[in-house]
């Protein structure tokens, strides 16, 4: 290559590198070990329920929940309901559904170990509209390889309301599925060799429950009436075991306050996954809650008041779509060294067999314990028989 050309390509690159720059988020020290309260006052039976906890670095995420601290919820009538510590940053408590009625007010007060008075604004009960149905249509979801779509089910909701219900709506979704290990227990080495006859079906089928994790609001403010169809919920793709055997999908829908309703519009736009951290820079979100002994701190959450309607579907398998699950099941030989080469932390270790023996293969648990995919052998109520 010419020295001269050689010159401008170094150029041309120099300056092209120059003008890419990482984003580092700026996260102060102030920024951590602020206090986190998710708590929200919902009626029904009157249990009510407290989760704080201290917020973490963005580069060590963990939870640490904060226990020790004083908790009372009290309403604009003036009651008074105190929380129980219930350990690991939990709080219990009861309010007689009698004062959990619309227009109804509530506020939470916190008293924290190191002597922080910490108190929300007041938010206010409201009539929260009905969920009609739940549903699930198939849908491709395109790829970079066009000819090789996500297939799956997505939900939908069907919502309706009065004038008098909330037109500020919050969907919370809690999903649940039956899987099953791919074998039985038949032979397993505990610092001795085990075989089971018959096999061991025991731990053969699992049930798990997983919130969603997605923000779903929605505003029918600017409709001319208190009703939505077709409102888009979970995506459940044929590539898990979700939809295999037996899979549910609860609904519970909460009603907003205006301020509510900013706090989780905020979260969800900060939230998105459209362009991620390098198109969007992290937005401050407040909620209503503020540190009364130390006002320059910061507390991260929001505490609310809803009225809840809940929906369940249920879907015995997916006969209309082609699995293309595959199981996370593993095997890998036994050493040549045999057995004395396990170590005994790793004990029960279980053995690729039949009644007719067993081969010097090695299973991994989640072979044939269901439960050590992170399930559980109990059966939900709510299950079908």
């Known amino acids: 290559m010419?020295?001269?050309?050689?010159?401008?390509?170094?150029?041309?690159?120099?300056?092209?590198?120059?003008?890419i720059k990482s984003y580092e988020p700026g996260i102060a020290t102030s920024d951590v070990h602020k206090l986190v309260v998710s708590a929200v006052v919902t009626d029904g039976d009157g249990h009510q329920s407290v989760s704080l906890s201290v917020a973490s670095t963005i580069n060590k995420p963990e939870d640490t929940?904060?226990?020790?601290?004083?908790?009372?919820?009290?309403?604009?009538?003036?009651?008074?309901?105190?929380?129980?510590?219930?350990?690991?940053?939990?709080?219990?408590?009861?309010?007689?559904?009698?004062?959990?009625?619309?227009?109804?007010?509530?506020?939470?007060?916190?008293?924290?170990?190191?002597?922080?008075a910490v108190q929300s604004d007041f938010d206010r009960l409201a009539p929260v509209t009905t969920v009609d149905s739940v549903y699930a249509l198939p849908r491709d979801i395109p790829t970079t390889d066009p000819a090789k779509?996500?297939?799956?089910?997505?939900?939908?909701?069907?919502?309706?309301g009065g004038n008098t219900d909330s037109r500020l709506l919050r969907m919370e979704l809690i999903e649940t599925w039956e899987y099953d290990a791919d074998y039985p227990i038949q032979w397993y080495f505990d610092g001795k060799l085990h075989h089971l006859v018959p096999?061991?079906?025991?731990?053969?089928?699992?049930?798990i429950s997983l919130l969603v994790r997605?923000?779903?609001?929605?505003?029918?403010?600017?409709?001319?009436?208190?009703?939505?169809?077709?409102?888009?919920?979970?995506?459940?793709?044929?590539?898990?075991?979700?939809?295999?055997?037996?899979?549910?999908?609860?609904?519970?829908?909460?009603?907003?306050?205006?301020?509510?309703?900013?706090?989780?519009?905020?979260?969800?736009?900060?939230?998105?996954?459209?362009?991620?951290?390098?198109?969007r820079q992290p937005m401050a979100t407040r909620g209503n809650l503020r540190n009364l002994t130390h006002p320059e701190q910061d507390v991260l959450g929001f505490f609310g008041a809803s009225m809840v309607q809940s929906k369940r579907i249920f879907l015995k398998g997916s006969?209309?779509?082609?699995?293309?699950?595959?199981?996370?099941?593993?095997?890998?030989?036994?050493?040549?060294?045999?057995?004395?080469?396990?170590?005994?932390?790793?004990?029960?270790?279980?053995?690729?067999?039949?009644r007719n023996g067993w081969?010097?293969?090695?299973?991994?648990?989640?072979?044939?314990d269901c439960r050590a995919s992170g399930g559980k052998t109990q059966k939900p109520d709510f299950w079908p028989k």
């Not at 010159?7 to 003008?19: E, G, K």
């Not at 779509?149 to 309706?160: E, I, R």
């Open 214 to 279: 997605n923000i779903y609001i929605l505003s029918t403010q600017n409709l001319s009436e208190n009703k939505y169809n077709l409102f888009p919920l979970n995506f459940v793709d044929n590539i898990t075991s979700r939809l295999l055997y037996g899979y549910s999908l609860r609904v519970n829908q909460y009603s907003l306050s205006p301020a509510a309703y900013n706090y989780w519009n905020l979260l969800k736009v900060n939230s998105t996954d459209a362009g991620g951290l390098y198109e």
């Open 199 to 207: 096999p061991d079906y025991s731990k053969d089928t699992c049930w």
């Open 2 to 19: 010419h020295p001269y050309k050689y010159f401008i390509l170094c150029l041309m690159l120099a300056w092209f590198t120059s003008c």
């Open 359 to 368: 081969q010097p293969t090695i299973m991994h648990a989640n072979c044939v």
């Open 319 to 354: 006969r209309s779509l082609a699995s293309e699950y595959y199981s996370p099941c593993a095997t890998i030989p036994l050493s040549p060294y045999g057995f004395k080469d396990l170590d005994p932390m790793t004990y029960p270790v279980y053995l690729v067999g039949d």
């Open 65 to 116: 929940p904060l226990a020790g601290c004083v908790v009372s919820i009290s309403d604009s009538l003036g009651h008074q309901f105190p929380m129980t510590d219930g350990g690991n940053g939990t709080y219990h408590g009861y309010i007689d559904p009698v004062y959990l009625f619309a227009g109804n007010a509530f506020r939470i007060d916190i008293l924290t170990p190191d002597g922080s």
């Open 149 to 160: 779509p996500v297939t799956g089910l997505q939900f939908y909701a069907d919502l309706s």
